[in-house]
């Protein structure tokens, strides 16, 4: 992949098996730094699995700058049925705290700074969208029934 900055010496490459280990610990960062990090149960043979095995679920790419991991965006594809058409789903994007103020992106709904960058950019929130999310027993239960 070609850089998608004016960073020098930034390159976005894709992420092969061999990455597993390094996404494992770029995960980790970010469910620190989200306050979440009691909230990790990936492994690397999950991840091995579920983005590398038979049948990816997602896709990964990391950024280096100077030849060092600096950043990790994992996404997947989706499909607007009031579009129709496919596109993107962003689900984490974590850039190391050195590298962040640089124009790499990402954003918690407390991050005024890059709030307002995003807006900057002419970036619209989603405001009217509520995430919910059902794993653990409550998605055992919902099976059950």
């Given at each position: 992949?070609?850089?998608?900055?004016?960073?020098?010496?930034?390159?976005?490459?894709?992420?092969?098996?061999?990455?597993?280990?390094?996404?494992?610990?770029?995960?980790?960062?970010?469910?620190?730094?989200e306050r979440l990090a009691?909230?990790?149960?990936?492994?690397?043979?999950?991840?091995?699995?579920?983005?590398?095995?038979?049948?990816?679920?997602?896709?990964?790419?990391?950024?280096?700058?100077?030849?060092?991991?600096?950043?990790?965006?994992?996404?997947?594809?989706?499909?607007?049925?009031?579009?129709?058409?496919?596109?993107?789903y962003l689900e984490d994007?974590?850039?190391?705290?050195?590298?962040?103020?640089?124009?790499?992106?990402?954003?918690?709904?407390?991050?005024?700074?890059?709030?307002?960058?995003?807006?900057?950019?002419?970036?619209?929130?989603?405001?009217?969208?509520?995430?919910?999310?059902?794993?653990?027993?409550?998605?055992?239960?919902?099976?059950?029934?």
């Amino acid at each position: 992949m070609k850089p998608t900055t004016s960073i020098p010496n930034f390159v976005i490459k894709k992420a092969t098996e061999k990455d597993v280990p390094l996404i494992l610990s770029f995960i980790k960062q970010l469910a620190e730094y989200e306050r979440l990090a009691h909230e990790v149960v990936a492994t690397e043979g999950s991840l091995r699995e579920t983005l590398f095995g038979e049948r990816p679920y997602a896709e990964v790419i990391i950024g280096y700058y100077k030849n060092q991991a600096v950043a990790f965006a994992l996404y997947f594809h989706n499909y607007s049925t009031f579009l129709g058409r496919p596109g993107i789903y962003l689900e984490d994007l974590f850039v190391l705290l050195e590298m962040r103020g640089k124009g790499l992106g990402w954003v918690l709904d407390w991050n005024e700074p890059a709030i307002q960058f995003y807006k900057s950019l002419g970036a619209i929130p989603m405001d009217e969208w509520t995430v919910f999310r059902v794993t653990g027993e409550a998605l055992e239960r919902l099976a059950e029934s």
